[in-house]
Nanobody, 120 residues
Framework: QVQLVESGGGLVQPGGSLRLSCAAS????????MAWYRQAPGKERELVAA???????NYAASVKGRFTISRDNGKSTMYLQMNSLKPEDTADYYC??????????????WGQGTQVTVSS
């Protein structure tokens, strides 16, 4: 079993910055692709950014140039640096990770979410 724990959410003014973290723990042989998703009230969950184990990244068009995804494989932790935040970035942000265990079984895990509110 693997746990993903997000942190770093909160209330920030438009134009401000936040840094989200997602720490993985449990029985892990390898963490494959990790990603951040978000879900605003009344909307479907959407992909924000993803990063492979080798460091390749991709971003939603709406955040490209403002958000930066990164990971520290030694700490089993992923980050999302969010700059120039806009009110439309307000959402619950979820961490997602594909994990392979020591028996070569792969599973998809989700964190519990952290709330980001961008408002003056």
């Amino acid at each position: 079993q693997v746990q993903l724990v997000e942190s770093g959410g909160g209330l920030v003014q438009p134009g401000g910055s936040l840094r989200l973290s997602c720490a993985a723990s449990g029985i892990i042989f390898r963490i494959n692709t990790m990603a951040w998703y978000r879900q605003a009230p009344g909307k479907e969950r959407e992909l924000v950014a993803a990063i492979t184990s080798g460091g390749n990244t991709n971003y939603a068009a709406s955040v490209k140039g403002r958000f930066t995804i990164s990971r520290d494989n030694g700490k089993s932790t992923m980050y999302l640096q969010m700059n120039s935040l806009k009110p439309e970035d307000t959402a619950d942000y979820y961490c997602n990770a594909g994990v392979t265990d020591p028996w070569s079984r792969s599973y998809d895990y989700w964190g519990q979410g952290t709330q980001v509110t961008v408002s003056s």
